[in-house]
């Protein structure tokens, strides 16, 4: 579905993307992670063309990112992002509604069928019974289903996340990563997500991209990234990686430095 070819981007002197190529195909749950610094947000904004890369090109549905109109990428490809905010006291239907703007065109107004689409979106993401209230008064959670909402208005095929779960506590995390699975498995959307919480990218994601420098270090399902050789070299710090005893999937600990060597939990 998305096809990443060579991909090079730079702010300045310095790459923060270096020959980035891999594929992403239609209903996959894509991770992306990696150390500060490292590329994940930028790659992001590549794929939906909030920054064109210098080298390479990214295709979608085989037609090149560059030659779509903005509208017609807003059709196939939605983002949520990191802050999750209003600089306006939007009522949440009216922020949901903004998701119905690719499908409108100069000086057109939401009719039946886009107020339709947003309270569908607002039913699948529980948020109908506050769709009156303004966005400034919830919760970050509450916040975090209002900008989905808007994503799902769009109608896309993709959705993109960037770190989804920051500011959240764990028990919003879980529901809201549970949402992004059950659009993913029930919707068939594709998603990719950039996450510093290497737990929940193991447990959820079908697929990981581990990048370093702004370069893919290891792609591949979890069991094959999650390892605790690739995660101390990337992340240059000591982790016991272990399997989950529910779900069988790689889970992560982070070690106090010379509170335990690797050799004495080997031995245990």
């Known amino acids: 579905m998305i096809d990443l070819r060579s991909l090079s981007f730079r702010y300045r002197q310095d790459w923060v993307l270096q020959d980035i190529s891999f594929r992403i195909e239609?209903?996959?749950f894509i991770?992306?992670?990696g150390p500060n610094g490292s590329g994940k947000s930028t790659l992001l904004k590549t794929l939906c063309r909030l920054l064109s890369p210098q080298k390479g090109e990214v295709l979608v549905n085989s037609t090149p990112l560059k030659d779509m109109k903005q509208g017609e990428i807003a059709r196939k490809i939605a983002v949520v992002p990191q802050e999750a905010y209003s600089l306006f006291p939007f009522r949440v239907v009216e922020m949901v509604?903004?998701?119905r703007s690719p499908y409108l065109g100069h000086l057109?107004?939401?009719?039946s069928k886009d107020l339709e689409i947003a309270k569908k979106a607002m039913d699948w993401t529980e948020i109908l019974p506050i769709s009156e209230r303004s966005v400034d008064e919830l919760s970050g959670g509450e916040r975090k289903r209002v900008f989905i909402a808007r994503a799902l208005a769009q109608e896309p095929e993709v959705i993109l996340l960037d770190e989804p779960t920051a500011n959240l506590d764990i028990h919003h995390q879980v529901d809201f990563i549970d949402l992004i699975l059950s659009l993913n498995r029930e919707r068939g959307l594709t998603i990719v997500m950039a996450s510093h919480d290497l737990n929940i990218a193991s447990e959820y994601c079908d697929r990981l991209i581990l990048l370093r420098g702004g370069k893919i270090y290891k792609i591949g399902p979890p069991r094959e990234v999650i390892t605790r050789e690739n995660i101390?070299?990337?992340?240059?710090?000591k982790v016991w990686v272990d399997e989950n005893p529910?779900?069988?999937m790689p889970r992560i600990t982070l070690l106090k430095k010379g509170e335990h060597s690797i050799e004495t939990l080997e031995r245990d």
């Open 26 to 28: 239609k209903g996959e």
């Open 31 to 33: 991770g992306v992670i």
């Open 97 to 99: 509604l903004m998701g």
């Open 108 to 111: 057109m107004f939401e009719g």
């Open 232 to 237: 101390e070299e990337v992340y240059g710090c």
């Open 246 to 248: 529910i779900s069988k």
